[in-house]
Nanobody, 117 residues
Framework: QVQPVESGGGSVQAGGSLRLSCTAP????????IKWYRQAAGKQREWVSS???????NYVDTVKGRFTITKDKAKDTVLLQMNSLKPEDTAMYFC???????????WGQGTQVTVSS
């Protein structure tokens, strides 16, 4: 499996920024896409953003204009730049490989993002 590993979480005040990384060795060569999800305490996991195997992107409405997903081909890493953070963005953030070859179907362990008001 193309196994992703997240990093970059932390604690910030509202209005601040964080950049999450999802490193998944082999995801470029296997033509995987990457999806970011988040799960707040006591809530269901929700989809946040996708980087399609074709390079296209999309976002849940609540983060459009604030979050940006990009790909660093040299490092087999996908970044999620999160600006203008709000307390409601507080959650555990997960990335997942999908699509492409049969190896593209794995979750990372998650990274915690906490935004204080």
């Amino acid at each position: 499996q193309v196994q992703p590993v997240e990093s970059g979480g932390g604690s910030v005040q509202a209005g601040g920024s964080l950049r999450l990384s999802c490193t998944a060795p082999g995801f470029t060569s296997n033509n995987c896409g990457i999806k970011w999800y988040r799960q707040a305490a006591g809530k269901q996991r929700e989809w946040v953003s996708s980087l399609w195997p074709s390079g296209g992107t999309n976002y849940v409405d609540t983060v459009k204009g604030r979050f940006t997903i990009t790909k660093d081909k040299a490092k087999d890493t996908v970044l999620l730049q999160m600006n203008s953070l709000k307390p409601e963005d507080t959650a555990m953030y997960f990335c997942k490989t999908y699509g492409g070859s049969r190896y593209c179907d794995a979750w990372g362990q998650g990274t915690q993002v906490t935004v204080s008001s």
